[in-house]
């Protein structure tokens, strides 16, 4: 028996998309951020199961992404776990013909466990670094910002769909870079894993913020579908070096759509699932969803919505 391969894992899409990605690949098959295109074909493989087949994602506005250089794509964390990263990445590689990755920053956290730091910078998942990010975007690649971090997901279900507070370095970079932002809502992973209590023993024994506990207990999502809504690109004037209070102002802009995305891809999810989603959310606390951004900055109805 010869020796096991990454390759056998890949399944002949991927391969094929792997092919179109514009990735700089060596001779080696590694890029110049340390990513690996064998260990790129085990990942998409895997999210192409949950992708198409367990979540059947269904992506709206995806033309909203550009197809080339740096952008940031910011949006809400559903649900317990980071599947909805997973689900964004998945539809940024599948969802259209020329593939784009993403690279996500990761929780520091993370990186104390044994084998995932290593897995994660082979598909081009980093340490939430700034350093990280300015790289990143200035070599023209997209980067994955969830704001609310680790707050986001370990929302209770009963707080769903309601944004906690964004932080405000990833406009700093935006800023800097000269990068767009495109925001987006995920929809779907409150209901897939419906967390109603953190264990806090069992958060401390593998180094985590929380460990999620849903009614029936075992921390898995459930095979719900789920969607994703991307906004137009938002623009902002600007060096990074700006006062606190434009930089936050600008932070609740991009939030404010964020959450007219949510609130929106909620409704139409319930409309086709004949009212079986969950309801729709109140404003939440910040009142920030009654605010009406720019025509330019908001969503829009030429958005690929059915």
Same mark, same amino acid.
């Given at each position: 028996?010869?020796?096991?391969?990454?390759?056998?894992?890949?399944?002949?899409?991927?391969?094929?998309?792997?092919?179109?990605?514009?990735?700089?690949?060596?001779?080696?098959?590694?890029?110049?951020?340390?990513?690996?295109?064998?260990?790129?074909?085990?990942?998409?493989?895997?999210?192409?199961?949950?992708?198409?087949?367990?979540?059947?994602?269904?992506?709206?506005?995806?033309?909203?992404?550009?197809?080339?250089?740096?952008?940031?794509?910011?949006?809400?964390?559903?649900?317990?776990?980071?599947?909805?990263?997973?689900?964004?990445?998945?539809?940024?590689?599948?969802?259209?013909?020329?593939?784009?990755?993403?690279?996500?920053?990761?929780?520091?956290?993370?990186?104390?466990?044994?084998?995932?730091?290593?897995?994660?910078?082979?598909?081009?998942?980093?340490?939430?670094?700034?350093?990280?990010?300015?790289?990143?975007?200035?070599?023209?690649?997209?980067?994955?910002?969830?704001?609310?971090?680790?707050?986001?997901?370990?929302?209770?279900?009963?707080?769903?769909?309601?944004?906690?507070?964004?932080?405000?370095?990833?406009?700093?970079? *935006?800023?800097?870079? %000269? #990068? &767009?932002?495109? $925001?987006?809502?995920?929809?779907?992973?409150?209901?897939? =894993? +419906?967390?109603?209590?953190?264990?806090?023993?069992? *958060?401390?024994?593998? %180094? #985590? &913020?929380?460990? $999620?506990?849903?009614?029936?207990?075992?921390?898995?999502? =459930? +095979?719900?579908?789920?969607?994703?809504?991307?906004?137009?690109?938002?623009?902002?004037?600007?060096?990074?070096?700006?006062?606190?209070?434009?930089?936050?102002?600008?932070?609740?802009?991009?939030?404010?759509?964020?959450?007219?995305?949510?609130?929106?891809?909620?409704?139409?999810?319930?409309?086709?699932?004949?009212?079986?989603?969950?309801?729709?959310?109140?404003?939440?606390?910040?009142?920030?969803?009654?605010?009406?951004?720019?025509?330019?900055?908001?969503?829009?109805?030429?958005?690929?919505?059915?």
């Amino acid at each position: 028996m010869g020796p096991f391969r990454l390759e056998t894992l890949t399944s002949r899409d991927v391969r094929d998309r792997l092919e179109r990605l514009e990735l700089p690949f060596n001779q080696y098959g590694m890029d110049p951020f340390g990513i690996s295109k064998k260990h790129l074909g085990v990942f998409y493989s895997m999210l192409e199961v949950f992708y198409k087949n367990y979540f059947r994602v269904k992506c709206f506005g995806i033309d909203n992404v550009p197809e080339r250089g740096g952008a940031m794509l910011v949006g809400n964390h559903s649900g317990g776990l980071p599947v909805d990263g997973g689900m964004v990445l998945a539809s940024l590689f599948f969802a259209r013909d020329l593939p784009r990755h993403a690279t996500g920053m990761v929780e520091k956290f993370a990186g104390n466990w044994p084998f995932v730091s290593e897995w994660f910078s082979r598909v081009g998942q980093l340490p939430g670094l700034p350093e990280h990010a300015l790289r990143l975007l200035q070599d023209g690649r997209l980067l994955m910002i969830f704001p609310e971090g680790a707050r986001g997901t370990g929302k209770l279900f009963k707080d769903r769909y309601r944004l906690v507070q964004f932080g405000t370095g990833f406009m700093r970079i *935006a800023l800097q870079t %000269g #990068a &767009p932002i495109v $925001p987006f809502a995920f929809i779907g992973g409150e209901e897939a =894993l +419906p967390t109603i209590y953190h264990a806090k023993t069992l *958060a401390k024994i593998v %180094g #985590a &913020p929380y460990w $999620p506990v849903p009614p029936y207990l075992v921390p898995f999502p =459930l +095979p719900l579908g789920c969607e994703i809504h991307y906004g137009k690109p938002m623009h902002f004037p600007g060096t990074g070096r700006e006062p606190d209070e434009v930089i936050e102002g600008y932070v609740e802009q991009v939030k404010s759509v964020v959450e007219l995305l949510v609130l929106r891809g909620c409704a139409l999810h319930r409309q086709r699932t004949d009212g079986t989603f969950a309801q729709e959310p109140e404003d939440s606390s910040s009142g920030s969803s009654s605010a009406a951004p720019s025509s330019t900055s908001g969503p829009s109805d030429s958005d690929s919505e059915p």
